[in-house]
Antibody, heavy 114, light 110 residues
Framework: EVQLVESGGGLVQPGGSLRLSCTGSGFTFSIYSMNWVRQAPGKGLDWVSYISSSSSKIHYADSVRGRFTISRDNAKNSVYLQMDSLRAEDSAVYYC???????WGPGTLVTVSS | QAGLTQPPSVSKGLRQTATLTCTGNSNNVGSHGATWLQQHQGHPPKLLSYTNNNRPSGISERFSASRSGNTASLTITGLHPEDEADYYCSAWDSSLSARVFGGGTKLTVL
């Protein structure tokens, strides 16, 4: 069974940083690209970032480019999202999603507030 | 980034058939197909259909996906109360180098 589990969310002040982690199991993690997708309360799904299986291709949404950094460690079956210079509008549940956004984790809540 | 277009809401009666649409362009749906996701309140999205329109194991045959040109469709037959949820489509956009989502369709089962 494919499983993804996120961690690292929490409450942070504007301008602060957080590092999210996502660990996969039940599939060969190293051959799949991964995404981070967020969802603000009561809103739709908002793609954040993509990383290819070998980390050779990385893409970001315009809203986070220059502030967020995606990375992965295939030996640990994990993908990460380093979030710097956080803003109130970054508050959302952050999900990791495999490849074509087929399988999703339960999400981790990030709240940016003073 | 521009997204895919979905109707905000669809209402159908119990045991009826609902068809949800997702319109993109030749850079996303037209060339890469779309994934369909179901989301109940307070839960993460759940896969209903891969980009090749195949269902994952465990998804009812009542859910079927198709594509014509730049528009993807999800048809749900014999509506059940538990089908009431938000439905999203998603596709990779090779022009934007970004994954795009539709705004979601809220399906109400009357």
């Amino acid at each position: 069974e494919v499983q993804l589990v996120e961690s690292g969310g929490g409450l942070v002040q504007p301008g602060g940083s957080l590092r999210l982690s996502c660990t996969g199991s039940g599939f060969t993690f190293s051959i799949y690209s991964m995404n981070w997708v967020r969802q603000a309360p009561g809103k739709g799904l908002d793609w954040v970032s993509y990383i290819s299986s070998s980390s050779s291709k990385i893409h970001y949404a315009d809203s986070v480019r220059g502030r967020f950094t995606i990375s992965r460690d295939n030996a640990k079956n994990s993908v990460y999202l380093q979030m710097d210079s956080l803003r109130a509008e970054d508050s959302a549940v952050y999900y990791c999603a495999r490849a074509d956004a087929d399988y999703w984790g339960p999400g981790t809540l990030v709240t940016v507030s003073s | 980034q521009a997204g895919l277009t979905q109707p905000p809401s669809v209402s159908k009666g119990l045991r009826q058939t609902a068809t949800l649409t997702c319109t993109g362009n030749s850079n996303n749906v037209g060339s890469h197909g779309a994934t369909w996701l179901q989301q109940h309140q307070g839960h993460p999205p759940k896969l209903l259909s891969y980009t090749n329109n195949n269902r994952p194991s465990g998804i009812s045959e009542r859910f079927s996906a198709s594509r014509s040109g730049n528009t993807a469709s999800l048809t749900i037959t014999g509506l059940h109360p538990e089908d009431e949820a938000d439905y999203y489509c998603s596709a990779w956009d090779s022009s934007l180098s970004a994954r795009v989502f539709g705004g979601g369709t809220k399906l109400t089962v009357l």
